[in-house]
Each structure stands twice: as C-alpha cells, then as structure tokens.
C-alpha cells in the first residue's frame, strides 16, 4: 500500500512560504486598476481565490501549493491581514482584506518583516557583545583598582600588620 505523504514547507519550489503569504496577501492588496483579475477582492469566495492568484502571480503555479493554501490564507485570518466570514447565507466562507492588511502589503509584507527582524537581531548580538567586553573590562579594571587600593593602605598606612 502506497502511503501518502504531504509536501512540507521544505518542498522544492522557486519560492519560499513566507513569499506564498506575500503574494496571496499582494493579490488582496492590489488596487483594482493595477489588477489583472476582475473579480472584487471583499466576501471573496474561498474557491475563486487560488485561481485569481495563480493568475496574477504565475510563479505560484506549481506542484504543491493546492496543499499549503488552506493554511496560509490561516495564517492570514489569524495575524489580523485577512477579515473571514462563514455567516453569508448561500455562500461558502469568504474572505477580505483588512486595513491592516492593506498596510502590511504596502510596507513589503512579511519578507521585509523577516529582513527587518534579521537586522534587529544581528545589531542585538552586535549590542550583546560589546557589552560583554564592555563588562570584562570593567571588572578587569575593578580588579586592578583593589589591588592598587589595598597596596597602598599596606605600605602607606601600614594596614595588615
């Protein structure tokens, strides 16, 4: 019996997850007029979004992505990019962008989130080391201080006899 096993986020693909959620969220941000698609981007119907994407990025069009794209438009409800809705009548679940969204987009989604995140961290560790030596020093120099101190109350006051 052949067992199935699903893609996972390491699966070969010319792009990575974070650039799915770039352009899954770049496709509810486009404005009408720089669109290709002529479907309106609010109460969107779960079914009609893949399609619209795959069409406005055709670089997502590949092996794979059917699977993780239940999970990225997740991934989008719950960081707050994307409104969803289950309580239309007669309808599927439907999504919308919010503002947030719409902002997030415009300021280069979650790519310039990681680079943003990758900066404050190496200038962290920067910040961490210097510190470090900033305290060895501190107490190297604390060390000769004392050592000066109690030299001097042992020959010029002649403490410790």
Known sequence: MIKFIPPTLTTKAPFSPIEMLDYTLGWFALD???SQTVISKYDVDYRSIMPN???EFPQMNV?????????ILQKLVKDGYLLFDNSVKGFDASYSIALEGKLFSDSGGYKMEAIRNSIVENSAKA???LLTLLTFFVSVGTMIAATYYLTELYW????FH
Do not use: L, Q, R, S
């Open 32 to 34: 009408a007029e720089d």
């Open 53 to 55: 994407v795959i069409k």
């Open 63 to 71: 092996p794979g992505v059917i699977y993780f794209f239940p999970m």
């Open 127 to 129: 910040n961490k080391t």
């Open 156 to 159: 010029k006051y002649h403490w």
